[in-house]
């Protein structure tokens, strides 16, 4: 069985604990819950900062706001801003 939402792999973590499913991932969450999605995220967090090529946006345009500050987007890991010479 293939995850294809958080709750799913959460569940998939789970079941091979011999735990019970969830519903839903908000709200006060059991500590082997909240231990497995802990888990998921760090697992994903660092597959993505490995910087395969599938995951990179070359060229990305990111405009100032008002304030002339760039506001980055929380899906963003890693930024390399080129030398300007």
């Known amino acids: 069985m293939s995850a294809s939402t958080?709750?799913?792999?959460?569940n998939i973590m789970l079941r091979a604990i011999r735990e019970a499913p969830v519903n839903s991932l908000s709200?006060?969450?059991?500590?082997?819950?909240s231990m497995a999605r802990n888990e998921l995220l760090d697992t994903s967090k660092e597959v993505q900062q490995k910087?395969?090529?599938?995951?990179?946006?070359k060229n990305y345009s990111m405009t100032p706001n008002n304030s002339d500050e760039i506001s980055i987007?929380?899906?963003?890991?890693?930024?390399?801003?080129?030398d300007a010479s």
């Open 73 to 82: 987007p929380d899906n963003i890991l890693q930024i390399h801003i080129p």
């Open 27 to 33: 709200g006060a969450l059991p500590t082997e819950v």
């Open 51 to 57: 910087g395969w090529v599938f995951n990179r946006e």
């Open 6 to 10: 958080e709750k799913d792999a959460v």
